[in-house]
DNA sequence: CTAATAGTTCGACGATCTTCGATAGACTTG
DNA sequence: CAAGTCTATCGAAGATCGTCGAACTATTAG
């Protein structure tokens, strides 16, 4: 399901900063998304998920991946649900993680030269 | 193609998050660069520098605009400046600063789709 | 040379972040 | 129900960050 409803998304209120000097409110919003993305092991485990294209990817697999412990993962794997970046399904015992394309892309408009 | 040196940039060494899996040395790279976009002040000042388009900017206007002491700003405008997301030029008593448009195009790259 | 101005660097403090071990919670299996 | 597995949360230690006043550097004016 499309987890992110478009009325309630945070950056739906961001202009392109190039183009329009961004307000303190606003600022606040794009540099908390900004921050999912500013720690290396974060990085790391978003490229893993996002390299899968669609596929989900399982949350047992992660801490091998980056080399870090099991609570650390967990931890920044919240980091980027909670900024909207991915998707998390819990099914039995495993947590399958997805991409938000949407999300990703966002940002990028936020980066984006003014029109 | 980016009228910044190529070899030296580097965000050239790094492909989209998307499509590879990023390596430990790149990710480290590409952290520190959302890094400095991941500070409220830091995106309000780039924004200010961002929407003046080619035009240069007095760093003595930007204290009053995002209401800190001029050495925080200083030294927000160092982080912003080592980014490689604007330059710097002491002209006399005064600097100027201007947007580097080529490092933001990198980052939104780096956010990119695959292809 | 002296005084004045713009900006950077230094030193310190408090807040936030990354990390992990221990623990708790959720779910499956026997 | 009891034991086992996977993930989240808690609590603490150490590192990093944002902030400002004070001191320093560079440049201009007189």
């Not at 998304?9 to 739906?12: E, F, H, Q, T, V």
């Given at each position: 399901m499309a987890a992110h409803n478009r009325v309630l998304?945070?950056?739906?209120c961001c202009p392109p900063v190039r183009s329009e000097r961004l307000d303190e409110a606003r600022a606040e919003l794009v540099a908390k998304s900004f921050a999912a993305l500013a720690d290396p092991i974060r990085l790391r485990l978003l490229s893993h998920v996002a390299a899968a294209g669609g596929d989900e990817v399982c949350a047992c697999d992660l801490a091998a991946i980056v080399d870090r412990s099991q609570p650390t993962v967990s931890h920044h794997m919240r980091i980027l649900h909670d900024a909207g970046l991915i998707a998390r399904e819990k099914r039995g015992l495993w947590v399958w993680y997805r991409i938000v394309p949407e999300r990703l892309d966002a940002l990028r408009a936020v980066l984006a030269a003014a029109d």
């Open positions: 998304d945070p950056l739906a």
